[in-house]
């Protein structure tokens, strides 16, 4: 029987101490692209420039001939192959990854009705434009991969999907969120449902949502919004029996994250549990591979690189690789590059508030199902989650919360969009939040930038840093403010969604792209740093100008 939607939202309107341990992650053992001489061999050789373009390679031939061969390569050479023998031998044994072909989406209207609502002519041509690009980046798996599976990287998964674009030709987990909510804005519900049904797949077979769909990313997830994506699916169908069938796989994700990735601490004599991105895989990422190994080269001991390799993955993890954020110096201040990230340091703000949303999600989404027990542990979980993010990481003086450094319990103060995600997820009702984060956000200068809200105020040339802007954590931003309930926010946030949507638009009409990130300093400039070029397409940059348009510019 279907509950009324009205019903659903009146029940997300509707105290567990967990010792953490750190459980042994899965992890990706394949000896080709995750692991082994092999990989080490052909991605130091750097005869790709982008070492993803390896990893993404098909095998023509079994694995275990390519391994022969590479063993006989070798062999030959004294294992020490010049580079153009290594090119040979990929030449001989891979090819350019085809295992992915256009999908032609069973749900695409040119023309939704979400248009005719939008109030300003030109922001309504600009949804039109978008709405058709869903179709240019619309994937399915192709029959030979369920074939012959173990030629490839990719993760084989019934449904087809909408990938970010550029170099990531598979689906990425946290991309995926605003992406939907594009899809929803353009009402392809069945799309969607697909694409969640794909990483419940995933959550069924490896117990979590990998990075992306790639198998070298099975050590490493990314910021858990899974539940999130559920929500506004429910949202916008009311679709309860395939919630029913489905709640004890969202359950068993966030129980990954309990397992694997929480940390107990004393702060201020009361102990707390939160959460951090934490990957416990001393080897270099392998889409990455000599760019990790250089990166860490600098450390002094066999035992500080893995760290190093360890840190790295799990920036990886956060979606902000890289940033400053994460870069830790001998004196617990913000280091400058890259070679000083501790990311296993560090309590995050926007983890730790994703994961208390979530459980709150998973509560409303135990109660439908009939499951009163487990309605109660996650409600009390969301509970005790959200008062240890206020009591831990809110800083009174300057009316934000913080990132904690978890060596020396102390808040990491530097700007982020990520310090106001607990309002972005709607922790608290208080809209005297709202007003601390308008008045926060004016002493950073934050309004002042005049193509968008900057990932921080340090420019150290990665991506995820100052000149750059990332749609999502525009969301982050605009969308915590409007949610507080304060009316002061809620005019910074039209504001600054007014500023986003237009930079957008501009960009648009000049290149007649989309792109994954852009300059904050520069009204129609585009993002760059990093460790790859500048990418087009682009799933999430879309789906976020939905959201917006939704928002703000909606009747």
């Not at 004016?442 to 990665?462: H, R």
């Not at 009316?487 to 009409?509: E, S």
Request: with cysteine; proline share 6%; charged share 20%.
């Amino acid at each position: 029987m279907m509950l009324p939607t009205n019903l659903y939202g009146a029940l997300l309107s509707c105290t567990i101490y967990l010792h953490a341990v750190f459980a042994v992650m899965p992890t990706c053992d394949n000896e080709i692209y995750c692991k082994g001489n092999l990989l080490k061999t052909v991605q130091m050789s750097r005869i790709f420039p982008d070492s993803k373009t390896f990893v993404d390679m098909e095998m023509t031939r079994s694995p275990s001939d390519v391994m022969k061969n590479f063993n006989s390569l070798m062999s030959s050479t004294n294992n020490h192959p010049s580079r153009s023998q290594i090119k040979s031998f990929v030449q001989d044994n891979f090819q350019p990854g085809n295992e992915l072909e256009d999908w032609k989406l069973p749900d695409f209207d040119p023309n939704p009705p979400f248009l005719r609502r939008i109030k300003v002519p030109e922001y309504r041509k600009f949804a039109k434009d978008l709405v058709q690009l869903w179709a240019n980046f619309s994937r399915i798996l192709k029959p030979d991969v369920f074939k012959e599976p173990e030629r490839y990287s990719i993760i084989p998964v019934s449904n087809g999907f909408v990938i970010p674009g550029g170099r990531f030709r598979e689906f990425y987990y946290w991309d995926s969120y605003w992406i939907i909510k594009g899809l929803l804005a353009s009402g392809m519900h069945q799309t969607v449902r697909g694409m969640i049904d794909n990483f419940l797949s995933m959550v069924d077979r490896y117990g979590f949502v990998p990075n992306g769909g790639r198998i070298y990313y099975l050590n490493r997830s990314q910021p858990p919004l899974l539940n999130l994506m559920v929500h506004e699916y429910l949202k916008a169908t009311n679709d309860i029996p395939w919630l029913k069938k489905n709640v004890h796989l969202l359950q068993e994700e966030l129980k990954y994250w309990l397992k694997t990735q929480t940390i107990t601490f004393t702060y201020n004599n009361a102990k707390h549990t939160l959460a951090q991105y934490a990957v416990d895989d001393p080897s270099p990422r392998p889409e990455s591979y000599s760019e990790d190994v250089k990166t860490c080269s600098v450390r002094k001991s066999d035992e500080d690189i893995k760290n190093c390799y360890k840190d790295l993955k799990s920036g990886a993890e956060t979606g902000w690789d890289y940033s400053s954020r994460w870069f830790i110096d001998n004196r617990g201040s913000y280091g400058k590059n890259l070679s000083e990230i501790q990311t296993r340091m560090i309590i995050p703000v926007d983890l730790n508030s994703f994961l208390a949303q979530a459980f709150k999600l998973v509560s409303t989404f135990s109660y439908i199902a009939g499951d009163s027990d487990s309605h109660q542990y996650w409600l009390n979980l969301h509970l005790s989650w959200k008062q240890s993010i206020q009591d831990v990481l809110f800083n009174e003086t300057a009316g934000i919360w913080f990132d904690m450094d978890r060596k020396r319990l102390r808040h990491r103060t530097g700007f982020y969009p990520s310090n106001l995600a607990p309002l972005w997820s709607e922790l608290y009702e208080e809209t005297s939040l709202g007003d601390l984060a308008v008045q926060y956000l004016q002493k950073e200068g934050i309004f002042e930038y005049p193509a968008g809200v900057p990932t921080s105020l340090l420019n150290t040339g990665e991506q995820w840093d100052l000149p750059n802007a990332w749609p999502p954590l525009q969301s982050i931003v605009i969308m915590a403010l409007k949610r507080s309930g304060s009316p002061k926010a809620l005019g910074a946030a039209r504001v600054l969604a007014k500023k986003w949507i237009d930079n957008n638009l501009l960009i648009y009409k000049r290149t007649c792209f989309m792109y994954e990130k852009y300059n904050a300093e520069s009204v129609g400039v585009v993002g760059g740093g990093g460790e790859y070029s500048i990418q087009t397409g682009f799933g999430w940059t879309n789906g976020e100008i939905f959201e917006l348009i939704e928002e703000f510019y909606s009747k």
